[in-house]
């Protein structure tokens, strides 16, 4: 180990200088004894130890919000330039509709299974930080927490499919990434939420619930007759479809029984 | 109050987009609202070489503003606002060239806030929606529900 | 008020009259719209281009008004207008007479429209001094007739008095 570190300093000339007066404490906690021969590196490299760095309050870069104030926001404008840009790259050789979504729901399946780690290690609440293990909790994580992290609001309406135990349903009335999305009359049938979807999915599978897959399915259209009136209330609400495998189930209800 | 009808006229001088929302202007077969855009795209062009020399400055201090070779600030702007008996055209032309030119009645107020407003809507659900191509004609249902609340809430 | 230049245009798309008041031609490219020091004209050889950037910038204006007003009826209906064009620059303001004659008046921005004032040239001005002049043929190629004494005395006092400096 002491060996290969020396190594990797020269490897990375572009690392940041290191700060001995703002650490001098910490310093002697992890510093590994050098080899003779790298001393004189070591010394000019004191707080550059291997792992973590842990300042002196403990709290280390990943405990610290990426937002450093609280109502940080992001340039909704940047998002959708990149989201064109996402877009445009999984269309490039998709062969439909079906296939364009489920290259948007690959996108979106890493970022989270990243997030439900981050979210859960942010949480201020040490009993909330540990995964759900029942199906209602990680759904009323997915509604608020998640929701709450990427589009500043939790998700409209949650229900359970009343022909298919294994489905639930998520509501969001305006997904923000559709906001300035209106789609050709070719591809009609496209809803760009699968990236959402995908996200919905990664933290599902994360969290070990394996899903069949999440998909996103624009019902604006369809509310149109309950409402009476020409133009839906929501023209752009979006439902995504969680249905779960077997086992999944199988477990929730030895989990119910072993609870009840 | 009444606006009649919104043109987008691309940096090329071809018609992007045409809308009427309210009658009152004559009817034209789409061939002709796209010869008759290309034309007004040469019209302002030659609007903008017709300018004439800047009258005299009266102080000094202009003079060398004047002088000061700036090829931005000096640049003619075409033609802005044609009126005739029955309307008032209004064109903005963005920086990157496209033309938006509003029809309205001859009295209408506010056309300046009502320009910037359709500028906001079109560069929000036009550009950036990822299924526009630039320079083609936008067909985006989401600009046209914004215009339509736009108009209706104005008119 | 600042006026840059007046232009009639026959019913044969001829201009026969122009006047100007802006101390440098008008320039069709953007290369010499810099000013000058010396706005008069020195030698020959800028004599005949600035007389070949006239009939330039007069044939312009023709065009232009010619396709603004078939622009302006196909969209508006027969019966509509042209009345003035603004850019960023100048205001453009035109008049035509039921003999197919177009007046044209180039002002600054913040002119209201001139074309009472138009019409009062062709009236008061161009009909007395031109077409009642025993003198002056029925078409003037060229001009011809029409920037007599009288004409061109009665713009002037008209000028001076309805549109002050």
């Known amino acids: 180990m002491s060996t290969t570190f020396p190594i990797r300093q020269s490897s990375l000339p572009s690392h940041p200088p290191p700060r001995p007066q703002s650490l001098p404490p910490q310093s002697s906690h992890y510093n590994r004894p050098a080899p003779a021969g790298t001393s004189t590196a070591m010394s000019s490299t004191p707080s550059s130890g291997p792992g973590l760095r842990y300042p002196s309050n403990k709290k280390t870069i990943y405990d610290r919000n990426l937002n450093r104030s609280k109502n940080a926001e992001l340039s909704r404008a940047a998002f959708a330039y990149l989201f064109i840009e996402m877009i445009a790259y999984a269309q490039r050789g998709a062969r439909d509709v079906g296939d364009l979504e489920q290259r948007l729901n690959n996108q979106g399946y890493p970022i989270g299974v990243r997030l439900l780690d981050l979210l859960l290690s942010r949480s201020s609440n040490p009993l909330a930080s540990i995964r759900p293990t029942r199906i209602l909790p990680l759904l009323q994580f997915i509604a608020q927490t998640l929701y709450r992290h990427l589009f500043g609001r939790p998700a409209d309406a949650l229900e359970r499919s009343g022909t298919d135990s294994a489905q639930y349903m998520l509501f969001d009335n305006e997904p923000m990434v559709n906001t300035y999305i209106s789609l050709p009359r070719e591809m009609s049938s496209l809803n760009c939420a699968a990236f959402v979807a995908g996200i919905i999915e990664g933290v599902c599978d994360g969290a070990g619930f394996p899903t069949e897959g999440v998909s996103a399915h624009s019902v604006g259209e369809q509310e149109e007759g309950k409402d009476g009136k020409g133009a839906p209330l929501w023209p752009g609400k979006t439902v995504f479809l969680i249905k779960f495998k077997k086992e999944v189930l199988e477990r929730e209800e030895i989990l119910a029984r072993g609870g009840g | ?155 | 008020m600042v006026l840059y230049s007046f232009y009639i245009f026959d019913r044969h798309t001829e201009c026969i009259y122009s006047r100007r008041w802006t101390p440098r031609p008008v320039s069709s490219s953007s290369k010499t719209a810099r000013p000058q020091s010396g706005s008069s004209i020195t030698s020959n050889g800028d004599a005949t281009t600035v007389a070949r950037k006239r009939t330039d910038d007069e044939k312009l204006i023709f065009g232009l008004v010619f396709s603004l007003r078939n622009m302006i009826q196909k969209l508006g209906g027969e019966d509509d207008t042209f009345l003035s064009y603004r850019t960023g620059e100048y205001k453009l303001h035109y008049y035509e007479t039921p003999t197919r004659m177009k007046f044209v008046m180039l002002t600054d921005t913040k002119q209201n429209n001139l074309r009472p004032y138009l019409h009062q040239i062709w009236a008061n001005l161009y009909v007395e001094f031109v077409v009642k002049n025993p003198l002056a043929p029925v078409e003037h190629p060229g001009g011809i007739g029409v920037a007599n004494e009288m004409f061109e005395r009665g713009l002037d006092a008209f000028i001076t008095a309805v549109l002050p400096a």
């Open chain 2, 1 to 155: 109050m009444v606006v009649f009808a919104l043109f987008i006229i691309s940096k090329a001088g071809g018609l992007i987009y045409n809308r009427e929302f309210h009658t009152g202007m004559n009817k034209l077969s789409s061939n002709d609202l796209l010869m008759l855009a290309g034309s007004f795209h040469g019209m302002h062009a030659i609007t903008k070489q017709l300018c004439p020399a800047p009258p005299t400055p009266t102080n000094p201090a202009s003079t060398a503003a004047a002088l000061a070779p700036s090829p931005f600030s000096n640049r003619p702007s075409g033609l802005e606002v044609l009126e005739s008996s029955h309307f008032r055209m209004q064109c903005f032309q963005t920086l990157t060239g496209t033309k938006f030119l509003l029809f309205t009645e001859p009295q209408q107020p506010n056309i300046d806030s009502m320009m910037r407003k359709i500028y906001e809507l079109y560069s929000d659900f036009v550009m950036k929606n990822p299924f526009y191509t630039v320079e083609m004609p936008i067909r985006c249902e989401k600009f046209d529900r914004g215009l339509d609340g736009f108009v209706k809430v104005r008119g």
